[in-house]
C-alpha cells in the first residue's frame, strides 16, 4: 500500500490513464473535482470518495477556481509509479 497527496491546480487536470497491478481509492480532503472514466463522469466535493478499480480509465479534473486536494491510497498487487498507462 502507498498513500500520496495529490494537488490539481484550478482549470487543470491529470492524465487520463489505468493500472494493471494496482487499485486507488481517493478521499478530496479540500475543494472539488470531476473523476472523468471510460464511460462516466463523477463530480466529488469535499470529504467525499471514490475507488478506482484495477484497469479502470480514469482522469482527475478540477474545473474550479481553487485547488483541489486528494489523498490517494494505492492499493493491490504492485504500488509503483511505473504501473501505468496513459491515453494520448
Known amino acids: ?9 484550478p482549470q487543470s487536470s ?12 481517493w478521499v478530496v480532503e479540500e475543494g472539488s473535482c470531476n473523476v472523468a ?14 475507488d478506482i478499480p484495477v484497469n479502470k480509465w480514469h482522469q482527475l479534473i ?6 483541489c486536494r ?7 498487487q504492485d504500488c509503483i509509479e511505473e504501473d501505468i498507462e496513459r491515453q494520448q
Open 14 to 25: 491529470l492524465s487520463m490513464q489505468r493500472h494493471f497491478k494496482r487499485s486507488e481509492y
Open 1 to 9: 500500500m502507498k498513500v500520496k497527496e495529490l494537488t490539481v491546480n
Open 37 to 50: 472514466g471510460e464511460d462516466q463522469l463523477v463530480i466529488l466535493s469535499t470529504h467525499e470518495t471514490i
Open 70 to 76: 486528494i489523498v490517494e491510497i494505492q492499493y493491490g
Open 62 to 67: 478540477n474545473p474550479h477556481e481553487i485547488p
